[in-house]
């Protein structure tokens, strides 16, 4: 595996308390927020984030920021384009928990082939992506709505 050379940007994040119902904070403040387990996985549902909450939305933003790039370096209009993510976590089979991941992505601009080739570019450009490629599943979707 290729090593990270010339970082351009590290944070920091802290988690105390009790787990998924604690409270993580970002070195610069950010993010300082109480956590809470949803319903479906037998917790309170307080109207909190969670983990998948936050990985979904950093997912899917920086999953857009990497289409931009690719667009850009393509000279492809986007349009009003929009990337959703949907994580879902359950078991592994082997005792633990896994992430699976569903992206959907909207780009109004481009027909529908050259918006699948911008996605599958933009999946190997973003940084999510390759951290979670061949470690957890990732399905890309172009939708034309």
């Keep these: ?16 308390g009790d787990g998924r119902n604690g409270h993580v904070t970002s070195a610069t403040g ?14 309170s ?6 983990p998948e909450e936050l990985f979904a939305a950093g997912y899917a933003a920086c999953f857009h920021s990497a289409l ?13 384009s929009s990337v959703g993510a949907r994580v879902s976590i359950g078991s592994n089979g082997a005792g633990g928990f896994g992430l699976a991941v569903e992206l959907e992505v909207v780009i109004p601009a481009q027909p529908h082939d050259a918006a699948q080739a911008l996605a599958e570019a933009a999946h190997q450009v973003c940084p999510y992506s ?3 490629r061949g470690n957890i599943p990732v399905t890309v979707t172009v939708s034309d709505d």
């Design 1 to 16: 595996m290729p090593e990270l050379t010339n970082p351009l940007y590290t944070i920091e994040a802290l988690a105390t």
């Design 30 to 43: 950010r993010i300082d927020t109480d956590l809470a387990v949803p319903k479906e996985m037998g917790g």
């Design 45 to 50: 549902g307080a109207n909190l984030p969670n």
């Design 68 to 80: 931009q790039v690719v667009a850009r370096s393509q000279k492809a209009e986007l349009g009003d």
């Design 130 to 132: 390759n951290a979670t």
